[in-house]
């Protein structure tokens, strides 16, 4: 079958200020056939989103050829023609809206390709149909939740009707929920419409429904084939700093418990994975120990009952944007809600569901319209209070590689401890700790921010926050769009400041993290308290959907091993936690040292 796009030995790299320049595609040679579904991996920095730019024509190769629908990319008419044929959608969504209405923003593409007023009228409709936007049809785009924002980039390409539709991790701020409508949207474009899709992405349940998978790393291929036999090399996927899907991720750690070896690509489904861990378990007694963590906890954390004071108090708070004008978006309705001290407290919900809202008047950025939230015993809504409370609780945006700004690493961290008026010995104390803390070592801190991988700037934003000393961290989304091996960095930063004793806030649309962190779980929907208790009362026995939220994956599968196990327990949220979970009622129970 004829190629729809092909990549022939294909180099680019980018021009640096010093001697060398950064080769950042390296001899790629690949071939995507029209109507398939192909996932790109890879850690932050490999290269796929520079391949994903040069596929789309938004940038030209160094040498090699790139053709896509029967033209070849040459800087020109054809280049052009290649523009029309592929749509693009980037990580940040704000980079590309422009429009100042949802219903002008989606129209842009379409009325520059020329498409009639009357189809176009559809096209939008239909697009913000399959988002789930049609209600904010009206409202302008900076009104929108990141979430929002990204659902709207993604209606713009749509709209346009591309023969190849480009993701470049296009689903990292969804939310599970929205994520899932998303991919099947996607699914029923390459099936219904033989659109081409390539889905550069580090989500493993997203890639394993693809056709064709390739890795990257370091600008070139080190692995390709059917989404099967690259994730049963689960070696060479952890090796890559990439992570694999729950139910093989489990059935591995079985293996490793019993001593049987998994059978080569059962594991790739759900049901093989079931089916291949009943196996494994059969006529077993004796079982071995993991190293790993059996609490059910991220990393061994054990959330240990803490102290009843209150740091944080919420009471009876709504916040309404535009208020009194045609824009007016209800983001908080009579929230109230309490964090104690040393908690790591999480807080979730479905996109526009109102967290961030939230969490911005923790620390006095957002001033209370009704209610009253007090910091510390700091009132958010006096000036005084806001100072003080400033001094205390750190708030960390999503994409918090926004916030940097000075030439040096050092200066950045810096940067913080100096307005809290810190002596230099101080500053530098508290720089050079933080620094150690996020895991970047001394020498980075004459680097220019601007200069690391995007991990690496992220773990610099966060030093600027523990730089501070804060007693309160507030993270919203701090792995959002980090590679497997980024976001465990980050999260393993998290949870040790939360074991030192910082109380810790944490945003996140991604349910596993929070079940196996947080001590105690706010849920969010349509600015409303839907529920705050600890994860395993959340996620073990209730049906979340209600609340717009799913289960974490790890559950879903624990909950699908129980329609084979009775009796199960699905309150682990690690791996290790739900292998001897399984074992142990597999088995008579009994463990024993390796």
Do not use: W
Request: one cysteine or more; a negative charge.
């Amino acid at each position: 079958m004829k190629p729809f796009i092909e990549l022939k030995n294909v180099f680019f790299e980018y021009k640096l200020n010093g001697p060398d320049n950064l080769k950042a595609v390296n001899d790629v040679s690949m071939t995507v056939i029209k109507g398939s579904h192909v996932a790109v991996l890879g850690r932050n920095g490999s290269g796929k989103s520079t391949l994903a730019r040069l596929i789309a024509g938004l940038e030209q190769p160094g040498s090699g050829t790139i053709t896509v629908g029967g033209y070849e990319h040459d800087g020109g008419a054809a280049s052009l023609e290649i523009r029309r044929k592929c749509g693009i959608v980037f990580q940040n969504p704000d980079n590309q809206i422009i429009g100042t209405t949802v219903e002008e923003d989606v129209a842009f593409g379409p009325e520059n390709l020329g498409v009639p007023r009357e189809e176009m009228i559809v096209r939008i409709d239909d697009a913000l149909k399959a988002v789930g936007l049609t209600e904010k049809k009206k409202s302008a785009p900076h009104l929108l939740s990141g979430g929002q924002k990204q659902k709207l980039a993604i209606a713009g390409i749509l709209a346009m009707d591309p023969e190849c539709f480009i993701l470049d991790e296009a689903t990292s701020m969804l939310d599970p929920s929205a994520r899932k409508d998303f991919i099947a949207l996607v699914t029923s474009l390459v099936k219904e419409r033989n659109m081409t899709v390539i889905n550069i992405t580090h989500d493993m349940e997203e890639a394993v429904l693809s056709d064709h998978v390739y890795i990257m790393s370091e600008g070139t291929i080190v692995r390709h084939g059917h989404p099967a036999e690259v994730f049963d090399d689960i070696d060479l996927l952890k090796a890559q700093g990439l992570d694999v899907p729950v139910h093989m991720d489990i059935a591995q750690k079985v293996s490793d418990l019993t001593g049987r070896a998994r059978t080569p690509l059962a594991d790739f489904t759900r049901e093989g994975a079931a089916e291949d861990i009943i196996r494994m378990c059969k006529g077993i007694s004796c079982l071995k120990t993991t190293e790993g963590d059996s609490t059910g906890k991220y990393n061994g954390r054990v959330c240990e009952e803490k102290t009843h004071e209150t740091v944080l108090d919420v009471s009876e708070l709504s916040y309404t944007y535009s208020r009194d004008t045609v824009f007016a978006n209800d983001a908080l309705s009579e929230v109230s809600m309490s964090i104690r001290r040393g908690e790591l407290f999480g807080v979730i919900g479905q996109t526009g569901s109102g967290k961030s809202t939230l969490v911005q008047h923790f620390n006095g950025l957002i001033k209370p319209q009704s209610g009253k939230v007090t910091v510390l015993g700091f009132d958010t809504s006096r000036k005084d209070g806001i100072r003080e409370i400033r001094k205390h609780a750190g708030l960390l945006f999503q994409y918090p590689e926004h916030q940097l700004f000075e030439e040096t690493v050092y200066k950045d961290i810096a940067f913080g401890p100096k307005c809290l008026g810190m002596d230099e010995d101080s500053i530098h104390a508290s720089v050079m700790n933080a620094l150690e803390i996020v895991g970047l070592g001394e020498e980075y801190a004459s680097k220019s921010p601007f200069e690391l991988s995007g991990g690496q700037k992220r773990r610099v934003a966060i030093a600027g926050i523990i730089a501070m000393e804060p007693e309160i961290l507030i993270l919203d989304e701090p792995a959002a769009g980090l590679d497997p091996a980024g976001r465990e960095d980050i999260l393993r930063f998290v949870n040790d400041l939360a074991d030192s004793g910082t109380t810790v806030v944490l945003v996140s649309h991604n349910m596993d993290d929070i079940a196996k962190m947080a001590d105690r779980v706010l849920v969010l929907k349509g600015g409303k308290v839907m529920s705050c208790t600890s994860p395993e009362e959340l996620f073990s026995e209730n049906d979340v959907s209600e609340f717009g939220i799913s289960l974490p994956v790890i559950t879903e599968f624990m909950m699908f091993m129980r329609s084979f196990v009775p009796g199960l327990d699905v309150s682990g949220f690690t791996a290790d936690a739900c292998a001897e979970s399984i074992v142990s009622v597999l088995s008579d129970g009994k463990v024993v040292s390796a």
